[in-house]
């Protein structure tokens, strides 16, 4: 992604969404590839962190079908939106 500033400078940087897959009741922490925000094909827009986490939960999903998960995020993260796409994928969820 790249950020254009007003004296005419150009910063390039790069976000993208981290997730794991962790157990209570185990010390080992799996971590997921992560998915980049970054500006789609054929877009003029940048992208979000929000079609970045809906395009990492359609990954997952396909990867572990069966696999229940609650995913736990952010207060940035409870909107209708979202929420939606998370029982989408039957995934419970709690926001910390």
């Known amino acids: ?13 790069m976000q993208a969404v981290g997730v794991a897959i962790v157990h209570p009741d185990l010390k ?4 997921l ?8 094909d054929g877009e003029t827009k940048m992208d979000c962190e929000r079609n970045a986490v809906r395009r990492l939960l359609e990954k997952f999903h396909k990867d572990h079908p069966n696999l229940k998960v609650i995913v736990n995020e952010d ?6 939106t979202h929420i939606r796409d998370l029982e989408q994928y039957n995934s419970s969820f709690g926001v910390g």
Do not use: D, F, W
């Open 28 to 31: 080992v922490v799996i971590p």
């Open 33 to 40: 590839c992560p998915e980049i925000i970054r500006k789609q």
């Open 75 to 80: 207060a940035l993260s409870s909107n209708a």
């Open 1 to 13: 992604m790249k950020k254009v500033r007003r004296n005419g400078k150009v910063t390039y940087y």
